[in-house]
Structures are given as structure tokens and as C-alpha cells.
């Protein structure tokens, strides 16, 4: 489990997350745009110097300095400050003509046939301009045919050293604080969204499914990442249980009966319903059982209601142990109980109540009440003795009424 933060916490660390982020980005389109800018910058700089040094180096040309003499006006237009250097690069045709090798490789050679060109070092631009022989350098070069590539200008620039316009500048600040904002304002919305209001959107949920009543038990607690919204539904998740719990102690008050344990008769209806239901359906027998308990008034006069409230108990504990997990126990009231036992006939009952009555002799005498607890029993099977509820009812209770009838003149006899 995810250690808890507080909400300020949070939102600081996905503000942090979020001006990082933005710088990153920021870092990376500052540079392309400022690599670009200084570009454009280089190029019209650099066409305008190559210019001015072209003509200034053909007029020494044409005037006959000799060559050191223009190697020394070269060196004296460096700019040792802003690193700017200048350098005249010989093709093959000038080095054959007056010595020494060609200064151009073949790439840059090829790239020169075509065009000026840039070309990146590090944190250096270098420019190239082509110089290319015209009818002027007829004069002084020999077969020289005019068009030929006869070098080119390289201008050598550091990238920090290099001056933007101020334009540059405002535009360029406009867009990394629009950017900042943009991606600050997208993170923290993805946060919020998050670890903010979809926590307040689930809470809220579950408050609509309680105010509809749906099914409370399937809810369950969600973890938060923030402390405070983790700590709503830890307080939310507390009211629940104690709403499950209110509502399971209503529900067993509702459908239980408090002294044996057993269904009570408002729910007597309703499981018989579904019993008899489900036994139509799969064509099984379904035996209806009426127990009342003898001589309950005299237990209750003779030994007191302790002592009959007891009585009560212990026959339905001893009933309970003796059906089936699919059998219904139900108190009509008073000392009068009932059976639900599916796929169950007649026959089947009868064994299981000689069972019951030797669990009950067999339990007065390991822990006596001070009573005998006898009862008297009537089954009703469907659909052999009855097809409907009411009749089946019925039959299962003159059966009783009979059975009592009969033990009360045994024992009389």
C-alpha cells in the first residue's frame, strides 16, 4: 500500500512535476527555435560579410598582392572576441595551379556544386559560400572556365557568442511562459482529475446507490493516495458498516425470532412460495411439517417461563442439528413451529422426528431443564396430499391436531 500525502503536499508535487516537465520541453523547442533563429541570423550575416570579403580579396587579387599579403588582411578580420573566423578554402584546381592541396573535402565539395550550406560543430556554425570563377578571374587564372568552383568562404561562428534580435528575444520569452502555463495547467488537471475529483465522483456514487437502496453488502473501500480524501472514505467506509450492520440486526428482528433462533411467520409465506415453486419445477415432493409442543401451558404454570422459554430453545436447537442446510425452521408463535423440508416425503419426515425425540430425551439427560419435552407432529406432503398452499397447511395441521389427540389418550390410558 502507497504511503498517504497530504492535498497541499500533492498539488506542490505535481506543480514541481509539472514546471519540470515544462522545462524539458521548453529546453528542447527553445533550442530548435533559437537554433533556427541563429540560422537565419548567420545566413544573412554571413551572405553579407562574404560579399564584402569577396570583393575586398578580388580587388587585392586584381591589383597583384601577393598571396601572404592577403593571408595577412584574412587573419586581420577575426573577431578574437566573438570567435568569428574567417578562412578561404582552396578547390583542386587553385591548389594545382599555385601549389599546396585542395582545403574541401569531397562531401563539401558536392554540397558547394549545389549551394551555400551550414554545417554544425559542436556549439560552432560554420557557413560556406562558394566562390565560383567569372570573367574578372579570367584575368588572373588560366583556363579557368567561368562557373567552375574555385573554393569557398567558411565563417566560423560560436553559437553563444552569436547576437539575436530583440524580437527574438520577446517572442521567444512569450513562448516558454505560454508553454510553462500550458503544461502546468495539463498536469495538474491530469491531477486532480486523479487523485482529486475522481475520489469525490466514487464517493459520490456510493452515497446515490445507498439513497437508492441498492445492494450495500457489494460496496467495498477504495484506496486513496491523498490523506484527506483517503480519510473521507475511511469515514464513509465506517458509516457503512455500521448501516450494514443496523440494517442486518433490523433484518434478523424482521425475519428471525429472537428466543429460538428460527424464521418467524412473516417470512413463512414467502419460503413456502419459492419451495413449492421450485418443486413444481423439478417434479420433487415436498413434505410440510406442523410441530406443536405438549403440555407447554403446564410447563409454563408449574415450572415458570424460564423454564418454558427453555423448552422452546432446546427444541428448536434439537431440530436445527437434525434438518437438512436447505430445511426452513419457522415459529409460528407461541409453542408451534414449522418444517419446510424440500425433496422430502412423508416417510422421510417420520424418520427424521424419531431422531429428533431421542436428541431431546438424550439432552435432558446430560443437561436437564427440569422438564420432559415432548411434542406432537402432523406432515403434509406435496403434491401426494395436497397441491396447494392452503391445503397443504391444512392437512399438515390436522394431522398434528390428530397426532396430539391420539398421544393425549395414550397417556391417559
Known sequence: MRP???????????LLRAVLVALVILFAISLLAYKGAIQSQIYRDSLFTSELVFDRFFHLMARGVPAEAIEQQLESLQDEVLGVRY???????IASQYGGQTELNPHQLDRLQESDFFQQSGLKLTYYRPIHFDQRCQQCHSGAEPGTLAGALAISSPILSLK????????????????????????LSRHARRNIIRPVERLSDKMKRIDDHTDLVQMRRDNWLI???????????SQHQKLLNAYESLR???????????????????????????????DEPLALIMIDLDRFKEINDTL??????????????QLQKILRSSDYLIRLGGDEFLVIAERCSREQSEAMFERLREA???????????????????????????????????????RMYENKVARRQQRVA
Open 4 to 14: 498517504l500525502i497530504s492535498l497541499s503536499r500533492s498539488l506542490n508535487s505535481a
Open 304 to 317: 415458570g417461563h424460564d423454564v418454558g422459554d427453555m423448552a422452546l430453545k432446546r427444541l428448536a436447537r
Open 360 to 398: 431431546l430425551v438424550e439432552a435432558e439427560d446430560s443437561n436437564p431443564i427440569g422438564c420432559h419435552i415432548a411434542f406432537s407432529v402432523g406432515t403434509a406432503e406435496y403434491p401426494s396430499d395436497a397441491a396447494t398452499k392452503p391445503a397443504l397447511i391444512k392437512c399438515a395441521d390436522e
Open 164 to 187: 539575436l534580435p530583440f524580437s527574438y528575444l520577446v517572442w521567444g520569452v512569450l513562448l516558454i511562459v505560454l508553454l510553462t502555463l500550458v503544461s502546468t495547467l495539463l498536469i
Open 87 to 93: 578562412e578561404v578554402l582552396r578547390t583542386e584546381h
Open 252 to 282: 434478523q428482528k424482521a425475519e428471525l425470532d429472537t428466543l429460538t433462533g428460527a424464521y418467524n411467520r412473516f417470512r413463512f409465506d414467502d419460503l413456502l412460495d419459492k419451495a413449492l415453486a421450485r418443486a413444481e419445477r423439478q
Open 227 to 237: 490523506r484527506e480524501i483517503d480519510s473521507l472514505e475511511d469515514a464513509f467506509y
